[in-house]
């Protein structure tokens, strides 16, 4: 089970970021935190092709029923794909507890903490804080592993039918 969910914020001189968080609920790994001006649903799309084509295929996404994640191209690009969702109701953010403690956590570790002057920058400082969450930071649901630890050690087989080649269609 994946979850995926997008946190706002602003750089310092004033433009908007907008990021996009997709979670492994498993392994807690965070696969993609990616910051732009807008994210639109192709946007969105490619990142979680990307995610895929990294980690293999969830076999559940949750999310909101935020616009990026009900378009059509998306729905029907997960439709073609054994990948199910599961939409949260509306204004109920707690039935995505995972990814919301997460961003908690992100705001006050990385957004808080860090003047982000420019997109650039705040791309750089979000890798890096990622990295560090998935590499070194240790979780005590995990037995005080790494997720990337974790994940090397217990993660379930990808989804059948979803090897790297055949998720680029």
């Given at each position: 089970?994946w979850t995926?969910d997008?946190?706002a914020?602003?750089t310092?001189?004033?433009g908007?970021?907008r990021?996009?968080?997709?979670?492994?609920?498993?392994t807690?790994?965070?696969?993609i935190?990616?910051?732009?001006?807008?994210?639109?649903?192709q946007?969105?799309?490619d990142?979680?092709?990307?995610?895929i084509?990294?980690?293999?295929?969830p076999?559940?996404l949750?999310?909101?029923?935020?616009?990026?994640f009900i378009?059509?191209?998306v729905?029907q690009w997960?439709k073609?794909k054994?990948?199910?969702?599961?939409c949260?109701?509306?204004g109920?953010?707690?039935?995505?507890?995972?990814?919301e403690?997460?961003h908690?956590?992100?705001?006050?570790?990385?957004?808080?903490?860090?003047?982000?002057?420019?997109l650039?920058e705040?791309?750089v400082?979000?890798?890096d804080y990622?990295?560090?969450y998935?590499?070194?930071?240790?979780?005590?649901r995990l037995?005080y592993?790494?997720p990337?630890r974790f994940?090397?050690?217990a993660i379930?087989s990808?989804?059948p039918?979803?090897?790297?080649?055949?998720?680029?269609?």
């Open positions: 089970m995926w997008f946190i914020d602003a310092v001189r004033g908007p970021l990021i996009l968080t997709i979670l492994d609920e498993y807690r790994e965070c696969h935190l990616q910051a732009d001006r807008s994210l639109r649903s946007d969105v799309l990142q979680l092709q990307k995610a084509g990294q980690q293999g295929a076999e559940y949750r999310s909101d029923n935020g616009s990026e378009a059509r191209i729905q997960l073609e054994p990948i199910r969702t599961i949260i109701e509306p109920s953010p707690g039935q995505n507890g995972f990814v403690s997460f908690g956590r992100f705001r006050d570790e990385c957004l808080n903490r860090e003047q982000l002057w420019t650039t705040a791309r400082v979000i890798a990622r990295n560090e998935n590499q070194f930071r240790p979780h005590s037995g592993q790494s990337a994940a090397t050690q379930p990808p989804v039918g979803m090897d790297k080649q055949n998720n680029s269609n």
